[in-house]
């Protein structure tokens, strides 16, 4: 009785052992593939591997800001008696916007004019010789002209006190200054003239004169120059963005007058990681949307890449054209656009969506004889949709793309 009791339990172990082993009834016949069992067939799609050309894309925040900011400023100082054009106005190069008093700059035309005459008859003067007549006027003309420069001394001693006391601009102490310069020329040209007059010229006399004569063709030349400032003009084309000039106003070289924004073009402006600026060349074309504007597609240039990193970010700043012909764009929008970071020719493609991942490593399932087989790969560039793969698959092999997250290494899979 015991005997038959120890025999039953031995057969019951060595049959719950072999049961153990072979996994029951519904792996018995199964298939072992690299230490794994394979079940019955899984259902599953494939792609075939192609070769073609790729490009690899990366999109970019940009912020939009005027091609050209150039601030009005004066050249000289007065008051505006004549205002030709308002904030938000279209202007050209060189077209006057408002315009100073320029009584003052004109009777110093007419000084330095008469002062080249001057200057220029003594020298004529001088290689013809004088008459006792002329050597009479000559000798008025000495007086008159020294009278003139004493008061004119008086009067920029004077304007220079004031200037100390900062109870004048300096613009208006530099004109009197040129007035004392002038009036001191034609000084000095009259008691040349008169000592020519009287002596005889010498070659030194003659040098000296003509020196005079070059002096006072400047002085006129200068003299022109400040009064042509008094029509402020613009210095680009553009749109007058700010504009604070009133008729009676006072204008001044230290107070901008205004700011003209060049809106036919524009810059965006955007920061690249260090991994994608090495792919960037000056003169690229690139396509550039503004959120503020969808469906707008705007072509930009590379302008500009940074060869220094922003200290914050560790990010390349760069810059694109970007023409504005409908002037649609506005400083200060922000946009979008989508930078070329690689590109290759006939290389093993796939879809994005056919790449697994373990602890970063890709890999993909293919079918080979029927049996899901894991491959591990090398992935290059990627469009979004489809990845190239320098290493691990060859053309025309058949990647798992549907299925490929159930299926295990060595199953059985049916293709769809």
Same mark, same amino acid.
């Given at each position: 009785?015991?005997?038959?009791?120890?025999?039953?339990?031995?057969?019951?172990?060595?049959?719950?052992?072999?049961?153990?082993?072979?996994?029951?009834?519904?792996?018995?016949?199964?298939?072992?593939?690299?230490?794994? #069992?394979?079940?019955?067939?899984?259902?599953?799609?494939?792609?075939?591997?192609?070769?073609?050309?790729?490009?690899?894309?990366?999109?970019?925040?940009?912020?939009?800001? !005027?091609?050209?900011?150039?601030?009005?400023?004066?050249?000289?100082?007065?008051?505006?008696?004549?205002?030709?054009? $308002?904030?938000?106005?279209?202007?050209?190069?060189?077209?006057?916007?408002?315009?100073?008093?320029?009584?003052?700059?004109?009777?110093?035309?007419?000084?330095?004019?008469?002062?080249?005459?001057?200057?220029?008859?003594?020298?004529?003067?001088?290689?013809?010789?004088?008459?006792?007549?002329?050597?009479?006027?000559?000798?008025?003309?000495?007086?008159?002209?020294?009278?003139?420069?004493?008061?004119?001394?008086?009067?920029?001693?004077?304007?220079?006190?004031?200037?100390?006391?900062?109870?004048?601009?300096?613009?208006?102490?530099?004109?009197?200054?040129?007035?004392?310069?002038?009036?001191?020329?034609?000084?000095?040209?009259?008691?040349?003239?008169?000592?020519? #007059?009287?002596?005889?010229?010498?070659?030194?006399?003659?040098?000296?004169? +003509?020196?005079?004569?070059?002096?006072?063709?400047?002085?006129?030349?200068? $003299?022109?120059?400040?009064?042509?400032?008094?029509?402020?003009?613009? !210095?680009?084309?553009?749109?007058?963005?700010?504009?604070?000039?009133?008729?009676?106003?006072?204008?001044?070289?230290?107070?901008?007058?205004?700011?003209?924004?060049?809106?036919?073009?524009?810059?965006?402006?955007?920061?690249?990681?260090?991994?994608?600026?090495?792919?960037? +060349?000056?003169?690229?074309?690139?396509?550039?949307?503004?959120?503020?504007?969808?469906?707008?597609?705007?072509?930009?240039?590379?302008?500009?890449?940074?060869?220094?990193?922003?200290? #914050?970010?560790?990010?390349?700043?760069?810059?694109?054209?970007?023409?504005?012909?409908?002037?649609?764009? +506005?400083?200060?929008?922000?946009?979008?656009?989508?930078?070329?970071?690689?590109?290759?020719?006939?290389?093993?493609?796939?879809?994005?969506?056919?790449?697994?991942?373990?602890?970063? +490593?890709?890999?993909?399932?293919?079918?080979?004889?029927?049996?899901?087989?894991?491959?591990?790969?090398?992935?290059?560039?990627?469009?979004?949709?489809?990845?190239?793969?320098?290493?691990?698959?060859?053309?025309?092999?058949?990647?798992?793309?549907?299925?490929?997250?159930?299926?295990?290494?060595?199953?059985?899979?049916?293709?769809?």
């Amino acid at each position: 009785m015991r005997k038959g009791l120890t025999v039953l339990i031995i057969m019951i172990v060595i049959a719950i052992s072999g049961f153990l082993i072979t996994g029951g009834p519904a792996r018995k016949g199964a298939k072992v593939v690299e230490g794994e #069992a394979l079940t019955e067939n899984f259902t599953v799609e494939v792609v075939e591997v192609v070769r073609g050309n790729i490009k690899q894309t990366t999109e970019l925040n940009v912020t939009f800001a !005027p091609y050209s900011s150039v601030p009005l400023i004066p050249k000289t100082g007065g008051t505006v008696v004549e205002v030709l054009a $308002a904030t938000g106005d279209q202007v050209k190069k060189g077209q006057t916007l408002f315009v100073i008093d320029d009584t003052q700059l004109k009777l110093q035309v007419k000084q330095a004019e008469a002062a080249y005459e001057i200057a220029g008859a003594s020298l004529a003067q001088l290689e013809k010789g004088a008459s006792t007549e002329d050597l009479k006027q000559i000798e008025a003309t000495v007086l008159q002209a020294k009278a003139s420069s004493e008061n004119i001394e008086a009067e920029y001693q004077r304007m220079e006190e004031l200037y100390q006391k900062e109870m004048i601009p300096k613009k208006q102490l530099e004109a009197v200054e040129l007035q004392r310069k002038i009036a001191a020329t034609n000084l000095t040209a009259a008691q040349a003239r008169l000592t020519a #007059a009287q002596k005889g010229a010498s070659e030194e006399q003659r040098n000296i004169l +003509k020196s005079q004569v070059k002096q006072a063709e400047t002085a006129l030349e200068m $003299a022109k120059l400040q009064l042509s400032y008094t029509k402020v003009a613009a !210095p680009i084309s553009g749109v007058l963005a700010q504009f604070n000039v009133e008729v009676g106003g006072m204008a001044a070289p230290a107070a901008p007058a205004g700011l003209i924004v060049d809106n036919s073009r524009m810059k965006a402006k955007a920061v690249v990681p260090e991994s994608y600026i090495n792919n960037l +060349k000056v003169g690229e074309k690139v396509t550039i949307e503004a959120k503020a504007l969808p469906g707008s597609v705007f072509t930009g240039t590379i302008t500009a890449v940074s060869p220094l990193a922003e200290q #914050a970010t560790r990010q390349f700043p760069v810059e694109f054209s970007v023409v504005n012909s409908s002037q649609a764009l +506005k400083a200060g929008m922000l946009g979008t656009t989508h930078l070329t970071i690689g590109e290759a020719t006939n290389v093993p493609l796939i879809p994005v969506s056919t790449v697994l991942y373990e602890r970063e +490593k890709p890999y993909v399932f293919v079918v080979e004889e029927g049996l899901a087989v894991r491959r591990n790969i090398k992935i290059g560039l990627n469009s979004g949709e489809m990845v190239s793969v320098p290493e691990g698959l060859n053309e025309g092999t058949m990647v798992i793309s549907r299925g490929q997250h159930q299926v295990k290494n060595g199953m059985l899979v049916e293709v769809k």
